[in-house]
């Protein structure tokens, strides 16, 4: 069962684009959406984060935005650079007294180019 | 800063064989946590450790066991490696409380024939 969904699986965008990524949760009991960029042979590494209290989160050029009540919510990379080509996962938490179990998505590939 | 440190950083194995994959971190985080990433299929969570001392099931645990060692050690062990565990395995660790980012390894890449 796959708590969250994402897609689209793979996207070429010119650079200077605005890809858009998106992801849909089903647990109403998640309070943390993190998105994480991982470079080839390189371990996943947090980008932004957004709290469901918020409808959008900017952090230089990339952007969240979050649609509560449809379970949903998207990165979009302003002006992309070759440099963005990389593989990109949303997740998903809830609160707990121990450690963040983060649920991923499946993964995004995308690839800038010139 | 090394953060967090996987080894090895590629294995091959045969079926039936037994391994520890080791992760180790030096920023003095409580949380660790052991996933495998599989093509199509994101990152699931193992085994995590909310605190030295303290270890509790992923999504996928089966197969697998854990030992916390200490604060900055957290090991992965597969008892009797089955061609179904090929994976690329992330150990990450983070602060504990609240929703702190988790900082990744850069992995053990682990074929079983």
């Known amino acids: 069962q796959q708590q969250v969904k994402q897609s689209p699986q793979s996207l070429i965008v010119q650079k200077g684009g605005i890809p858009i990524i998106n992801c849909a949760y089903e647990?109403?009991?998640?309070?943390?959406f993190p998105w994480y960029q991982q470079f080839p042979g390189k371990g996943p590494a947090l980008l932004i984060a957004?709290?469901?209290?918020?409808s959008e989160k900017k952090e230089g050029r990339f952007t969240i935005s979050f649609n509560k009540s449809a379970k949903q919510f998207s990165l979009h990379i302003m002006d992309s650079q070759p440099g963005d080509s990389a593989t990109y996962f949303c997740?998903?938490?809830?609160?707990?007294?121990?450690?963040?179990?983060?649920?991923f998505g499946t993964g995004t590939q995308l690839k800038v180019e010139l | 800063n090394a953060g967090v440190t996987q080894t090895p950083k590629f294995q091959v194995l045969k079926t039936g064989q037994s391994m520890t994959l080791q992760c180790a971190q030096d920023m003095n985080h409580n949380s660790m946590y052991w996933y495998r990433q599989d093509p199509g299929m994101g990152l699931r969570l193992i085994y995590y450790s909310a605190s030295e001392g303290t270890t509790d099931k992923g999504e996928v645990p089966n197969g697998y066991n854990v030992s916390r060692l200490n604060k900055r050690e957290f090991s992965l062990r597969l008892e009797s490696a089955a061609p179904s565990q090929t994976s690329v395995y992330f150990c990450?660790?983070?602060?504990?409380?609240?929703?702190?980012?988790?900082?990744f390894g850069d992995g053990t890449r682990l074929s079983i024939l």
């Open positions: 997740a998903a938490s809830k609160l707990t007294g121990g450690g963040n179990k983060l649920t």
């Open positions: 647990n109403t009991a998640f309070d943390y």
């Open positions: 957004i709290r469901p209290d918020v």
């Open positions: 990450a660790s983070s602060v504990t409380g609240g929703n702190q980012p988790q900082h």
